[in-house]
Nanobody, 116 residues
Framework: QVQLVESGGGLEQSGGSLRLSCTAT????????MGWYRRAPGKRRELVAT?????TTNYVDSVKGRFTISRDDAKVFLQMDSLEPEDTSVYYC????????????WGQGTQVTVSS
């Protein structure tokens, strides 16, 4: 079992920055992939960014060049710059411990609101 706790959400103006953090506890030895998803009101959940234990990153096109994902062992961070109102969502931390199974864990989410 893995527990994920996010922090760092809040209200920011368009063009501003926020940094999200997520700490994994429990069975956190060598987690295969960690990342962030988001869900805006009335929309489907979408992948924002992921990072493997080897450091390979992946971003949704809409955040490329603005968001940066990083990782320190069982912690994952999302630096969000040049925020846009369209980034307003609940952001969820995600962890998939093993490449051999699809088992994944989710945090409770942190609200990010960007005002225009």
């Amino acid at each position: 079992q893995v527990q994920l706790v996010e922090s760092g959400g809040g209200l920011e103006q368009s063009g501003g920055s926020l940094r999200l953090s997520c700490t994994a506890t429990g069975s956190v030895s060598d987690i295969f992939i960690m990342g962030w998803y988001r869900r805006a009101p009335g929309k489907r959940r979408e992948l924002v960014a992921t990072i493997t234990r080897g450091g390979t990153t992946n971003y949704v096109d809409s955040v490329k060049g603005r968001f940066t994902i990083s990782r320190d062992d069982a912690k994952v961070f999302l630096q969000m710059d040049s925020l846009e109102p369209e980034d307003t969502s609940v952001y969820y931390c995600y962890a998939r411990p093993s490449v051999l199974t699809a088992t994944a864990y989710w945090g409770q989410g942190t609200q990010v609101t960007v005002s225009s």
